[in-house]
């Protein structure tokens, strides 16, 4: 089997690919993906806790609760891990020709797609864990503390010099524009 270059599968010590443009796409492509992910999440979730429900015979939404966040945990690590060492792109990254890559450009290593992926909880879990510790139990307060943070978190990569999520900083990997170029007129 004859594959070009461009067809193969990027390995995790692959070196910088000339397609991906190094710098940071726009805020707007970014955020959509990110809420694209969202929906793709609630289903990996769905898939995980009806899984789960069944196989531990769960009559409660409280019962076995730690083992089903575990395993939601696990999957959606799972998910993320392996696309970015695969092909750097989630399914909703891929829609909006994105791509995550070490600050080189070149591709994730495991260690590497490990470590955004317990960063990228940053997105989360202060909103959470203050939401928790002010212990107000209001599913619209919880909601309104998580999108304003989401917000807050977003528009603080305008302070980074490329304009990279903290999260990325933190692991050494940036989220770039990958759309095709055009093709050379004829």
Not at 2 to 25: G, K, L
Not at 38 to 64: K, M, N, P, R, W
Request: with cysteine; aromatic share 12%; hydrophobic share 55%.
């Amino acid at each position: 089997m004859n594959r070009s270059p461009a067809a193969a599968v990027p390995s995790a010590r692959a070196a910088p690919d000339p397609r991906v443009r190094p710098f940071a796409a726009s805020l707007v492509r970014r955020m959509a993906a990110f809420l694209y992910e969202g929906v793709l999440c609630f289903g990996i979730v769905v898939a995980v806790a009806l899984a789960y429900d069944v196989a531990v015979h769960q009559t409660s939404g409280i019962e076995h609760r730690g083992g089903l966040i575990a395993s939601c945990f696990v999957a959606l690590g799972i998910y993320f891990i392996y696309l970015w060492v695969r092909s750097g792109q989630t399914l909703a990254q891929k829609t909006w020709h994105l791509r995550v890559v070490a600050t080189d450009g070149a591709s994730l290593s495991p260690r590497r797609a490990l470590a955004r992926y317990l960063a990228a909880w940053l997105w989360f879990l202060p909103p959470l864990a203050l939401a928790g510790a002010l212990d107000i139990r209001s599913a619209a307060f919880d909601f309104g503390l998580l999108g304003a943070w989401v917000a807050a978190y977003a528009l603080s990569a305008r302070l980074h010099p490329r304009h990279q999520f903290w999260h990325d900083a933190l692991c050494g990997t940036a989220l770039v524009d990958a759309r095709p170029a055009a093709p050379m007129p004829h």
